[in-house]
């Protein structure tokens, strides 16, 4: 046969052995030991940050940390999740791209080139916050708060619906500065807000119509 194929699938080192045979049909063989390597497919995984703030992107396994080092290769079928890390002052509000959403780790399964941004908001830019975490809405703060928590909004106009649905307490204390130091005002909510499990206790705070 001229042009001989052979395919090789699976990942290893191969020996081979070629073996001709002339017209009176004597063989005549050569080997080639540890001859030919097959690796998986590489992909790349780009991550980048987006938003008012700051902070870093970590990788597991290892390999990315942006930072500095943004982009890392993995083979074919590498589970690699990343972690967004928000800096003093900053709050991570969730990804975008490589099929993540939300705040919790991005997990990516390497089939393909990836990517994925990170987007990290000033402190002083979100509306609302419970603690040191800060929220762009009322209701996704309301969703974390736990029993007993205070909620403080800035003295700003929200336009959305807050639905008070859990077995829990809390309060709404509005009106705040960008620093949350100071009550400067009233914080406003341009929506319904119904209450159908729990309590809410508001200060500063009012509806509007």
């Known amino acids: 046969m001229q042009n ?8 290893g080192i191969y020996s081979v052995k ?3 045979t002339d017209s009176d049909g004597s063989p005549n063989s050569l080997t080639r030991t540890n001859y030919i390597t097959v690796t998986p497919p590489v992909y790349t995984l780009t991550v980048s940050k987006s938003g008012s703030g700051s ?6 396994p290892a390999g ?15 589970s690699v999740t990343l972690t967004a890390a928000p800096d003093a002052g900053s709050t991570f509000t ?5 099929g993540c959403s939300g705040t919790g780790n991005c997990v990516i399964t390497m089939s393909a080139d990836a990517g994925a941004t990170a987007v990290f908001d000033s402190s002083s830019s979100l509306p609302v916050k419970i603690g040191s975490t800060y929220y762009s809405t009322l209701q996704a703060a309301y969703n974390d708060a736990g029993n007993g928590d205070t909620i403080k909004a800035q003295a700003v106009v929200f336009t959305e619906n807050l639905n008070i649905n859990r077995n829990i307490s809390i309060t709404i204390e ?4 960008n620093d ?15 209450v159908s ?10 509806l509007k119509k």
């Not at 001989?4 to 990942?11: D, I, K, Q, S």
């Not at 969730?94 to 490589?98: D, F, M, N, T, V």
């Open 174 to 177: 509005g009106g705040y500065n």
């Open 4 to 11: 001989p194929l052979a395919v090789y699938t699976g990942e």
């Open 64 to 78: 990315i940390s942006c930072g500095s080092d943004c982009t890392e290769t993995y083979t074919n079928g590498t």
């Open 197 to 206: 499990n729990g309590t809410v206790t508001a200060k500063d705070f009012v």
């Open 180 to 194: 949350y130091t100071v009550v400067i005002g009233m914080t406003s909510l341009q929506g319904q807000m119904t």
């Open 18 to 20: 070629l073996t001709a």
């Open 55 to 60: 902070g870093t992107i970590t990788s597991s």
């Open 94 to 98: 969730g990804w975008s791209g490589g």
